[in-house]
């Protein structure tokens, strides 16, 4: 998507949404909005920038600017987005969270913290300046790491409704939850209630769907009102009643729902 532009670039446009405007020789500049807590994507839309950039900013233009993206990767099916970089003398990762509240954290080649949006004592780690960066903790499992068992195991040890647990398993949101017991036929019963075959059905449910990942259709959702309610990297069958708008790829369709809503707020 980025790999080996240079960030020419940082604006902040308010505290949680940053745009980095990206050259490389031949090729048409792009500008990255990063939103932690919500989205990461490149936009073809013009944003206006402020004209004296906040102090984060500021400090981010001098680690980053004119630093090549090496690579931006999101580990272990995470909620987390990393842009490694890299200049003639240093190295630097930009991690951004999009979960909670959502972070941006700056560190050295080391993993120690320069700077970050927020900073944090929390229970399982620190987001405290000049210490090693610590990973949240998995919130669920891997699904393209484990297999029916583990996920029939883990399902029977948990209590309470089966979509809300189904979320916590796989760390997904109640949208998938709700589309995998609907594919699989099984009510939003609890978990004391289950059957092993309606495991089996769910596991599926939730295997068509990873498969479903390597033929995209990204598309974003509209009710009948004509308004947008959310962005699907493949038609989901609980969205059956609404209309579907397809796109080329699931960039075009985050720029195009979000930049909608901006505008909407202003108007």
Same mark, same amino acid.
């Given at each position: 998507?980025?790999?080996?532009?240079?960030?020419?670039?940082?604006?902040?446009?308010?505290?949680?949404? =940053?745009?980095?405007? =990206?050259?490389?020789?031949?090729?048409?500049?792009?500008?990255?909005?990063?939103?932690?807590?919500?989205?990461? &994507?490149?936009?073809?839309?013009?944003?206006?920038?402020?004209?004296?950039?906040? %102090? /984060?900013?500021? $400090? $981010?233009?001098?680690?980053?600017?004119?630093?090549?993206?090496?690579?931006?990767? %999101?580990?272990? /099916?995470?909620?987390?987005?990393? !842009?490694?970089?890299?200049?003639?003398?240093?190295?630097?990762?930009?991690? !951004?969270?999009?979960?909670?509240?959502?972070?941006?954290?700056?560190?050295?080649?080391?993993?120690?913290?320069? &700077?970050?949006?927020?900073?944090?004592?929390?229970?399982?780690?620190?987001?405290?300046?000049?210490?090693?960066?610590?990973?949240?903790?998995?919130?669920? $499992?891997?699904?393209?790491?484990?297999? =029916?068992?583990?996920?029939?195991?883990?399902?029977?040890?948990? &209590?309470?409704?089966?979509?809300?647990?189904?979320?916590?398993?796989?760390?997904?949101?109640?949208?998938?939850?709700?589309?995998?017991?609907?594919?699989?036929?099984?009510?939003? !019963?609890?978990?004391?209630?289950?059957?092993?075959?309606?495991?089996?059905?769910?596991?599926?449910?939730?295997? =068509?769907?990873?498969?479903?990942?390597?033929?995209? %259709?990204?598309?974003?959702?509209?009710?009948?009102?004509?308004?947008?309610?959310?962005?699907?990297?493949?038609? $989901?069958?609980?969205?059956?009643?609404?209309? /579907?708008?397809?796109?080329?790829?699931?960039?075009?369709?985050?720029?195009?729902? /979000?930049?909608?809503?901006?505008?909407?707020?202003?108007?």
């Amino acid at each position: 998507m980025v790999r080996e532009y240079y960030i020419d670039n940082i604006y902040q446009i308010n505290f949680s949404t =940053l745009i980095f405007k =990206l050259n490389k020789p031949n090729s048409i500049p792009k500008e990255l909005v990063i939103e932690f807590g919500r989205r990461i &994507h490149l936009t073809k839309y013009s944003t206006e920038k402020p004209f004296k950039p906040p %102090q /984060f900013c500021t $400090l $981010l233009r001098k680690y980053l600017l004119n630093n090549r993206i090496q690579i931006v990767e %999101q580990p272990d /099916f995470e909620r987390i987005a990393i !842009i490694r970089t890299a200049s003639k003398y240093d190295r630097y990762n930009l991690i !951004i969270e999009l979960f909670g509240k959502g972070n941006i954290i700056l560190t050295d080649n080391e993993n120690k913290i320069i &700077h970050a949006s927020s900073y944090r004592k929390m229970r399982d780690r620190s987001v405290i300046r000049g210490e090693t960066i610590k990973p949240p903790p998995q919130k669920g $499992l891997d699904p393209q790491k484990i297999g =029916l068992a583990e996920f029939s195991q883990k399902i029977k040890e948990t &209590h309470g409704q089966l979509r809300k647990v189904l979320g916590t398993i796989l760390s997904v949101s109640a949208v998938y939850a709700e589309e995998f017991l609907k594919l699989a036929g099984v009510k939003n !019963i609890t978990c004391e209630d289950i059957t092993t075959e309606m495991i089996g059905e769910i596991w599926k449910a939730v295997l =068509l769907n990873l498969n479903k990942r390597e033929n995209p %259709q990204p598309c974003i959702i509209y009710n009948n009102q004509n308004l947008p309610v959310n962005i699907v990297p493949f038609p $989901l069958t609980i969205y059956n009643d609404y209309r /579907f708008e397809y796109y080329p790829t699931l960039n075009d369709a985050f720029d195009e729902y /979000f930049t909608k809503k901006i505008f909407e707020q202003k108007s």
